[in-house]
Every structure is written in C-alpha cells, then in structure tokens.
C-alpha cells in the first residue's frame, strides 16, 4: 500500500535537513556555515482503519487531519 491518503492524496514531500556549525553573529560569532545537506522525506502522519465505503467495509490509510475532519465514516 502506498504511503497516501486515500481521501485527500497526501503523500511523502522531498526537503532537506541542513547541517550547521559556527556561533550565531548577534551571540558574537563569525556566522554559522552550512556543513552539509542531507536529503529527507517528510511522511505524511497516516492511519489504517475500517471504514465504510459504497455500503462495504474496507480498510483503508487515512492521515489524521481527514480522521479528525470527520471526512469518513467508521465501521463498527
């Protein structure tokens, strides 16, 4: 199963994690200096659970924004 939303398509977004050293010019320092950048994947917070979908139980991957939405309906 992929790592998407299955009611709004929220899936994983690319970035960056930045690397940095140096003590900060207001603190008195020089500057920080980017050492490094790593690439990451911000993964979308997703939950299986049992809904109700066209009158049949299904399980589904929902993020929890559309779970606290109320945007499904949950089998009981």
Do not use: E, W
Not at 9 to 17: E, F, I, L, N, S
Not at 21 to 43: D, E
Not at 47 to 64: E, F, H, N, P, Y
């Amino acid at each position: 199963m992929a790592r998407v939303c299955a009611i709004c398509g929220k899936h994983p977004v690319a970035g960056r994690k930045y690397t940095r050293r140096g003590l900060a010019k207001k603190k008195g320092g020089v500057g920080r200096r980017i050492t490094g950048v790593a690439k990451r994947r911000f993964m979308p917070n997703l939950q299986s659970i049992r809904a109700v979908i066209d009158g049949k139980t299904r399980r589904i991957l929902i993020c929890t924004g559309c779970l606290k939405a109320g945007k499904v309906t949950k089998a009981a």
